[in-house]
Structures are given as structure tokens and as C-alpha cells.
């Protein structure tokens, strides 16, 4: 038990270098040995956290030598992130160790546990998203007239390296990750299906990375809706609030898995045509039309638009059971108008 104590006493030391200018001299496998360290310190608190004796043991190891007692025994269950957070803040290290630490923190090699260990793991992943797409030998800037291509190709490179669904975490990161945003500063911003503001993001002239990976993403049907099968409609949400360029497609895409749906008499629910199809069930179809109604006005006017325009396409029924975009409606328009009815008899919680 001493070795291992007298290991975890290392830990402050490997988080100081980790900062420092010594990092210029880190290669890959040096990278690696610290990496492998930030897993070890977390295997030990998987470990002994069960073990009250023990964990105290740890901790007043840890504290030992400190100025103030900054770390304590859960900081070893973060490890792996804050050490990962603290190289992505170090500009002096070289870039081979860098694209391997990116690597590293966006395919996690083990499960995370715990809200605040996962919100960190979160923000690790975002941030070596965003450091991804600023590493030095980037999207290459030669002829005016090939940039672009150029670009994109280099990008559509760098995510494909990214197994599915991984890289649709990163661009989803990416594409949110805006300077001096909350979900920058905060780590888990971006899900709350709202958002920042009513402006679309096309309307700034951003036709930078953003645009990149719009175009990456929209340019295979495929893997748009691969993406948008994957990720919760909150977040999709947010992104339609934040990119006109992503909104219309979404809901083209939603209106094609919802033209699938048929109904059922004898269930009295909408069900799957194809059960073998990966497409959306009628209450995972109304989760993703309701959080687009919870964005920005513009959004919520833009979705009760266009289930009026599919209702009145399809007959304009208004007897449940006849028209699927005719249930939508129904149900969207009620959760509106109890989400209305909840804001007026509790102004202060908007």
C-alpha cells in the first residue's frame, strides 16, 4: 500500500508539468506514459472509493506537500480529464503529441461514471474538438479559387478518421462551441434545446469552420440522418436555432420518417410501416417536433408552419388517426398552449 500511496503523492507533480513549458519535448510515447498515468490514478479511485479508510489514506497523501489542499481522493476519478484539459491549455506542446491527446480524449477508452465526472469528460471532448480544427498544418489556405474544396476535403479527412457516432459528438461540439459561449464555459450547455438568441447564425456571414462542417455534414443524406438519428432532439434543437442552414433539412428529414408512420386501429397509436427501418416511433417523432418548438420564436413559428402545410397537404383532417401530421400538431399546440398556461401562473420562473 505505501508504493501506491507514494505514487498518488505524484500526481500534483504530473498536473504541474502537464502546464508547464516541459512539454515541448513530449512526444507521442511520452504523451502516452502520462495518459496511461491519468487511467492508473483513475483505476485507484474506482477502486478504494468504497473503502472509507482507504480513500482517506489517498487523500491526505495527495494533500501532502500542497500549499493548499487543492486536490483531494476525487479529483483521481477525473484524472484522465484534467489532465487531458490542462495539455489542451498548454500551447508548447508539439503538435504529433497533441493530435494524439485529441485522439485520446475523443475516443475515451472506458465508461464514464457519475454526473460530474461526465460533465468534465463532456468538456474535455469539446474542447479538443474545438483544438481539432485550430491544430497548426489545418485546412490548407493556398489558391483563392480551390480553398474551399481544399478545405473541406481536409476536414471530411480529420472526421472520417472518427469512428460513427463519435464523430457526430465532435461536430455536434463543434458546431456549438462558439467563443465565450455557455457551453464552453459551463461544459454541458447546448442540450437544453434552446437557442442563445433568435439570430441565425447564416445572418453574421460565419462561413467559417461552421460552414465546413454544414457542408460535410448535409452533403450525405446518409450520414445527415445517421447524425440526426443519434443525437437527442434537444440538442438537434439547439443546432436548427443556431444554423438556418441545418434547420430545413432537419425538418425535410423529420417529415420523411414521419410519412412512415402508419395507424394502427386496433392499437390506436401510429406504428412503424417497417419495423426493420431505423426510423423514429411516433413518440420519439413528437419529442424532436416538441423541442424545436422550445427554441427561439423564429424556430417554433418555422415548425407550426410546416406541420400546417403537411396537415392541409394531407387532407386537413382534424379526426385523430386520419393524418399523422394532423396528431402532431394536436400534440404540439397543446403542449404550447400548457407551457403558456404554466408561464402565466408562474411569471418568475421564465
Not at 235 to 264: E, K, N, V
Not at 330 to 335: A, C, F, K
Request: hydrophobic share 40%; aromatic share 6%; proline share 6%.
Amino acid at each position: 500500500m505505501e508504493a501506491v500511496l507514494e505514487q498518488v503523492e505524484q500526481l500534483p507533480a504530473l498536473l504541474a508539468v502537464s502546464r508547464s513549458a516541459l512539454v515541448r519535448d513530449w512526444d507521442a510515447l511520452t504523451l502516452d506514459r502520462a495518459l496511461e498515468w491519468g487511467r492508473y490514478f483513475q483505476h485507484l479511485h474506482d477502486r478504494f472509493r468504497t473503502r472509507p479508510r482507504l480513500r482517506e489514506a489517498l487523500g491526505r497523501r495527495l494533500r501532502r506537500g500542497q500549499p493548499s489542499p487543492l486536490l483531494g481522493f476525487p479529483h483521481l476519478g477525473r484524472c484522465p480529464q484534467l489532465l487531458g484539459l490542462a495539455l489542451l491549455e498548454n500551447r508548447a506542446l508539439p503538435p504529433a503529441a497533441c493530435r494524439r491527446l485529441i485522439h485520446s480524449l475523443l475516443q475515451p477508452a472506458g465508461a464514464e461514471a457519475g454526473p460530474e465526472p461526465r460533465s468534465l469528460a463532456l468538456l474535455a471532448r469539446r474542447k479538443a474538438a474545438s483544438r481539432l480544427l485550430a491544430l497548426p498544418g489545418g485546412p490548407p489556405r493556398a489558391e483563392p479559387a480551390g480553398e474551399a474544396v481544399g478545405r473541406l476535403r481536409w476536414l471530411s479527412g480529420v472526421l472520417e478518421e472518427l469512428p460513427q457516432p463519435r464523430v457526430f459528438e465532435v461536430v455536434a461540439a463543434a458546431l456549438l462551441l462558439r467563443p465565450g459561449s455557455d457551453a464552453e464555459q459551463a461544459g454541458d450547455g447546448g442540450r437544453d434545446g434552446k437557442s442563445v438568441d433568435g439570430n441565425q447564425a447564416s445572418a453574421t456571414g460565419d462561413e467559417g469552420v461552421a460552414g465546413l462542417l454544414l457542408s460535410w455534414l448535409l452533403g450525405n443524406l446518409e450520414r445527415f440522418s445517421a447524425f440526426c438519428l443519434f443525437l437527442p432532439g434537444s440538442l438537434l434543437a439547439s443546432l436548427a436555432g443556431h444554423y438556418s442552414q441545418f434547420s430545413r433539412p432537419y425538418l425535410d428529414l423529420l417529415t420523411g420518417w414521419g410519412s412512415h408512420l402508419l395507424y394502427d386501429p386496433l392499437q390506436g397509436r401510429w406504428v412503424k410501416s417497417c419495423l426493420d427501418k431505423a426510423e423514429l416511433s411516433w413518440e420519439e417523432l413528437r419529442e424532436r417536433f416538441t423541442c424545436l418548438c422550445q427554441g427561439s420564436a423564429l424556430l417554433r413559428g418555422q415548425t407550426q408552419d410546416a406541420l400546417k402545410l403537411l396537415k392541409a397537404r394531407d387532407g386537413d383532417f382534424t379526426v385523430c388517426g386520419l393524418s399523422v401530421w394532423t396528431d402532431l400538431l394536436v400534440e404540439v399546440e397543446e403542449y404550447l398552449r400548457k407551457e403558456a398556461k404554466c408561464q402565466r401562473m408562474n411569471p418568475k420562473a421564465t
